[in-house]
């Protein structure tokens, strides 16, 4: 039997990442993320790991640049603004192509917003989030569980590939309290000959550089860079399938409205309605071929979001606008119930039948 301990979210993320073999962390506080700063603060000084307060997010992702240059694991934390201070240095970090884990617990926005739990920042992440061309992969736990075993999948992932993963997890999910287990934890370890760790007058010298001023090498290594995104794109893909054998309906959702969609789900059952959903873990690579396939059998879409609507955009482009998509949503830190989600259900179970 597998020995769980009860962790808040966030927790679960700093002693995912510990045990991944992450030994600096830099970061600043914003709410609803600081536990992660302040479990890595008590622990990492006890196992002679570095944690440092930043002077801010801005100085907090440059350390973690100079530090994935040198080729150790790395990791910061932040929510919503703070991750857009980041932006910059997560477009550097692309352009060096420096492997790095960055957790966004994320809040309500636009700006200062609210410290309750949102999906807003889901465009920013999955579209690039700073300038220039560039992916990052994107994890969406629904779990504490999950907080934990995609921190070490986000962590390998960043360095099989040489790029930033991210940890895309809504306030809920960092604050919400369940059992984990940490045991068995299975971390896979990269060779790192391009590390910036001193030649030894053994080799020629490493750069880690985001500057090309000749056009023809900059575009060579963003065709370089796009080939290796479509490599991740075929194999990396992951997501969950619930009660989709039969379905008429596909819910999408990831995060806290995917629990309540599975709640609803169960309830539409009960109904009659034939009803499942997709549950993307990888919102990029986002699961477009899963969803493709899924439009030859159903009759309709609904996004279940804490935002406006923005994956429901990725879920109409992935499905080529076969079917109907419809958005069901609550912003600004508020989160859909499973009530309005059975409502949502419904309407579109008596939309196909007219």
Known sequence: MTDKVLMK??????????????RFYFGYPITPQTEVAAYMAKRMPKIGSVFLQAESEVAAINMVYGVSAAGKRVMTSSSSPGISLKSEGLSYLAGSDLPALVVNVQRGGPGLGGIQPSQS?????????GHGDYKMIVLAPASVQEMASLTVKGFDLADKYRMTSMILADGT???MMEPVSLEKVEVTSYEKPWAVTGTKCERKHNIANSLFLVPEELERMNFARFERYKAIEENEVMYES???????????AYGIAARVSKNAIVEARKKG??????RPITLWPFPKK??????????????VELSMGQMIEDIELAIKCKRP??????AGGMIPSPKQ??????????GGKE
């Open 290 to 303: 899963v969803l493709l396939d899924a439009a030859e059998k159903v009759k309709s879409f609904i996004s």
């Open 325 to 330: 998509v419809t958005l069901c949503n609550r």
């Open 273 to 278: 309605i034939k009803v499942g959903l997709v």
């Open 341 to 350: 989600v059975l409502e949502a259900i419904e309407n579109a179970d008596k």
């Open 121 to 129: 920042d889901y465009f920013q992440a999955t579209k690039g989030g």
């Open 173 to 175: 999910m960092g604050q």
């Open 9 to 22: 979210g966030n927790e679960a993320i700093a002693e995912a990442a510990i045990l991944a073999g992450c």
């Open 242 to 252: 619930f009660m989709m054998d039969d379905a008429e309906i596909c819910v999408v």
